[in-house]
T-cell receptor
Framework: AQKVTQAQTEISVVEKEDVTLDCVYE???????LFWYKQPPSGELVFLIR??????QNEISGRYSWNFQKSTSSFNFTITASQVVDSAVYFC???????????FGAGTRLFVKA | GAVVSQHPSWVICKSGTSVKIECRSL??????MFWYRQFPKQSLMLMAT?????????EQGVEKDKFLINHASLTLSTLTVTSAHPEDSSFYIC?????????????FGPGTRLTVL
């Protein structure tokens, strides 16, 4: 079964704190993709990153970084020096074979307070 | 980058009426389009997958007679909510997979907020 678990429902931090959003996935496929999306209050999904199952290199993009570990089936997302504008719901998602479907986790709502 | 539009962005209708939502890929051809529904403070749930020129495939629990999907061209898919009721009020999001794109590359529309009174 394909599944994405985001155990953190809500996280509240103070501006400039670092925060890590956890994502654990399940799949039997050897080829799959992992994604992170940001959904601000407007509702429109903002694509943040895509990682395929053969690329375990960590990635850094500005204040954002991602840690992909196949051994623990995790794809965690860290925001460094958080800002109020980072307040949003963040979704981790799994794309797999069989109709090219994308399965979303439940989402983590991040509140960054000034 | 690839752009997907949805129209309308929001709609309010009376119970019992039908509402059509359009999803267009503006600068690419989409072999497959997906429709998602998102209730407040919940995740995106896949409703159906539509391939151009063929019938949509609905996820378990989604009423195909209530949510009519038409994918008549490589750039347009429509979702019609028939005889809408208040419980159908939700945020509907479409995504489109590019014809010649990378595996599982999908582009999401901005969403349509439906409120049924």
């Amino acid at each position: 079964a394909q599944k994405v678990t985001q155990a953190q429902t809500e996280i509240s931090v103070v501006e400039k704190e670092d925060v890590t959003l956890d994502c654990v996935y399940e799949t039997r496929d050897t080829t799959y993709y992992l994604f992170w999306y940001k959904q601000p209050p407007s509702g429109e999904l903002v694509f943040l990153i895509r990682r395929n199952s053969f690329d375990e290199q960590n990635e850094i993009s500005g204040r954002y970084s991602w840690n992909f570990q196949k051994s623990t089936s995790s794809f965690n997302f860290t925001i460094t020096a958080s800002q109020v504008v980072d307040s949003a719901v963040y979704f981790c998602a799994l794309g797999y074979t069989g109709g090219f479907k994308t399965i979303f986790g439940a989402g983590t709502r991040l509140f960054v307070k000034a | 980058g690839a752009v997907v539009s949805q129209h309308p962005s929001w709609v309010i209708c009376k119970s019992g009426t039908s509402v059509k939502i359009e999803c267009r890929s503006l600068d690419f051809q989409a072999t497959t389009m997906f429709w998602y529904r998102q209730f407040p403070k919940q995740s995106l749930m896949l409703m159906a997958t539509s391939n151009e020129g063929s019938k949509a495939t609905y996820e378990q629990g989604v009423e195909k007679d209530k949510f009519l999907i038409n994918h008549a061209s490589l750039t347009l898919s429509t979702l019609t909510v028939t005889s809408a009721h208040p419980e159908d009020s939700s945020f509907y999001i479409c995504s489109a997979r590019e014809l010649a794109g990378a595996y599982n590359e999908q582009f999401f529309g901005p969403g349509t907020r439906l409120t049924v009174l």
